[in-house]
């Protein structure tokens, strides 16, 4: 594996053994356009998280260890000092320094995709259970309020000013996306730009600033401007392209990339960077399923499921 690590920070999910102690490794410093083999940890389970360090390219103290084995989904909190991470049907608080973790709802078949709301007052995710169906639902982290479940939905995401939810569900008419009032419970028909009428779209991810957004669809990735109403094709639509998170200062994207096979349909996950000023795009890791760069600074996290 050889990911590139832009200027910064980056925390890695490691495959390693449940019993595996923490290893501290001095890696040499990278120049801009190198590429760092980072050695890893031997085993078939992903149970750490260790912090990366451009300054002297190493692990920093002991790796947070975290119940991974059977995370599905991830996202750094809004003040970038702890993840949400789905584990069977639990949703789970895991702090960044290493202390106590949280339970933040359960009871669930299972849980995936939670995402926190601009102002990092809320969370929102996906719930299953057999008895009820799929699940938009929203949590209050004031510790005190009660889980909000709508309709079924796939792959929410908040608007840019947090007001709305958009969500991907499949009708009569096959899939399309939807704008989903959490005050009201209503739901809607929503295309984000007349360009994108008839399209397949996924979901909708908005940079930091709000000006600009990256809408995956069927006929690729295609960036946004929200002011001027233009809009950019990045990729040409052949993979499936998704989860996509902005870089701090909206100039970068990190999103997964899977290759369309006729007869088992998306295969070979992996995780690609795109530069928004030069177009220029690489792939990071070849063994991750998800990756999220932390609010205010440039730490990545990778999700890797595959050993």
Request: hydrophobic residues 35%; contains cysteine.
């Amino acid at each position: 594996m050889k990911p590139y690590i832009k200027k910064s920070i980056a925390a890695w999910l490691f495959a390693a053994s449940p019993l595996a102690a923490a290893e501290l490794f001095e890696l040499p410093i990278p120049s801009p356009e190198s590429e760092v083999d980072y050695p890893e940890p031997a085993g078939s389970t992903h149970d750490t998280v260790a912090v990366l360090t451009d300054d002297a390219i190493r692990i920093i103290g002991t790796p947070i260890r975290i119940p991974s084995e059977g995370v599905t989904t991830f996202e750094w909190s809004a003040d970038g000092k702890a993840f949400f991470a789905t584990k069977g049907g639990s949703l789970l608080w895991i702090p960044v320094d290493g202390g106590e973790q949280k339970v933040l709802a359960s009871g669930w078949d299972w849980v995936r995709s939670p995402k926190p709301s601009p102002d990092g007052k809320q969370v929102l995710f996906v719930s299953y259970k057999h008895d009820v169906g799929r699940r938009i639902c929203v949590l209050e982290l004031d510790g005190n309020s009660p889980v909000r479940q709508y309709v079924s939905g796939h792959e929410p995401v908040w608007s840019e000013n947090g007001q709305s939810i958009l969500f991907e569900e499949y009708g009569s008419d096959g899939p399309r996306l939807y704008q989903l009032d959490p005050d009201t419970g209503e739901s809607r028909p929503y295309t984000p730009h007349p360009f994108f009428k008839g399209m397949r779209v996924h979901d909708i991810e908005t940079s930091p600033d709000g000006r600009t957004q990256v809408v995956s669809s069927d006929s690729g990735l295609h960036l946004f401007d929200v002011e001027s109403q233009k809009v950019h094709q990045l990729t040409d639509g052949i993979f499936y392209e998704d989860k996509v998170s902005f870089s701090p200062d909206g100039k970068c994207i990190v999103f997964r990339q899977q290759r369309i096979d006729p007869k088992m349909g998306r295969v070979d996950p992996s995780v690609v960077e795109f530069n928004l000023d030069t177009r220029r795009m690489r792939t990071i890791s070849d063994k991750a399923q998800q990756a999220a760069f932390a609010p205010k600074s440039f730490h990545i996290q990778l999700l890797n499921l595959r050993c």
